[in-house]
């Protein structure tokens, strides 16, 4: 049984106002007693309710401009040195060290080994290969990030398919436990005034409103729905909302010209994104199986777990998404939303046209898929567990 009197170290690279997930993760454990202290970019954005916890402390790691080779250079050792330097000096004896994504774990590298016994390992995507690239783009220099998943002393996962899939193709003695992408807190915060501007624009909406939030990414089918919504455009329109990578800005302007049917809202920091659910009529969840960004497994989207699904759920949104096993299966055993066959137009709009037909009963049930799980429960046996 872990000490609650020692403290449960979070690391993750990146902005973590980027992961949901891990929002959720503190959040529960900080509800349930725990200590904890995240390493992270962006930790000022932070709820309050996470900021202004008495067992909730951090190092918000600062970055450098990249400009040129030399600054890159500089920034990468600049940012790998403070990861490195929380590890030594934060992470005692009976503390766990719980990391969140591949780069992070690639960054503390060799020395994570020392912690393998209290590290927990957890992956948000399914990884194509044990081997990362060691630096960005690197085609040679490699890391083998399954071996440290091998002797991690938990790994987790968001979803049952891919707990599976990761053990056998990184030959894992134990099945990861699965963590489930749901929100802890379903309280969207104040709204501010860039919101209300959307909440009035939504509100006065003629057409019914499908909605996207997430992240503006290649392993999302948007161009097939946009297509099918355009035919019918006079009745539905699609709204999104989600981070555009940089290198994927330009196509996203040209999509969003081309489809009248198209309104991109922006970017909201969770959880304020959850405020624009309640004045929308349908959730899109539009994953494509095969495209891949980073070192994610070409099957990845074939499995997802997104969290979207559960903050969906929990504003009663009938989803329509794309024919994959991680859609497919909580569709189709609590009715909460449906896959469609193919991506034809027509296809697409017979979906929605279904979706209509059984449109009450969806919404109350998707209340009993969003209860249905239970963290508070899940994260207690992870960390818990001998």
Known sequence: ????????????YGNVMLYPPVINLIECLLNNSYRVHLVAEGIDDLPRIITE?????????????????????????????????????????????????????????????????????????????ENIPLFNGSRFFKFNIAEISRHAWKNVVAERNRAYIQKAQWGLKRLPYILPNKPYYYEPGEESAEIRIIIDKMKN????????????????????FARAIESIKEDYCLYMFGKVPDDRKEAFQAFC???????YMGFFNPPS?????????IALVPYAPGKTSNNTSSINALYCAPNKIYE?????????????????EPFEHFNIGM??????????????????SHYNEMKMNCVSFYNSTDLDQIIDGIVNDD
């Open 205 to 224: 909406e003629s057409r019914r409103v499908i909605i996207y939030l997430g992240v503006i990414d290649p392993d999302r089918d948007f161009e097939s």
């Open 1 to 12: 049984m872990f000490d609650k009197k020692n403290k449960i170290v979070i690391m993750i």
């Open 312 to 328: 969906y759920a929990g504003s009663s949104l009938p989803m329509l998404g794309t024919d994959v096993l991680g859609l497919r």
């Open 273 to 281: 994104h959850l405020h624009f659910l309640k004045y929308a009529h």
């Open 257 to 263: 010209k081309k489809y009248k049917c198209v309104e």
């Open 53 to 129: 916890a008495s067992k909730f402390s951090s190092h918000n790691v600062l970055s450098k401009p990249r400009g040129s080779l030399v600054n890159r250079i500089t920034r990468r050792h600049y940012l790998e040195s403070q990861y490195r330097r929380e590890l030594s000096i934060r992470v005692e004896p009976q503390d766990i060290l719980w990391t969140v994504n591949p780069i992070v774990v690639r960054i503390l590298g060799k020395r994570i080994e020392k912690y393998s016994s209290q590290h927990i390992m957890q992956l948000f995507e399914l990884m194509e290969n």
């Open 339 to 356: 896959c469609c066959d193919d991506l034809e137009p027509k296809t697409i709009v017979n979906t929605i046209r279904m979706i209509e």
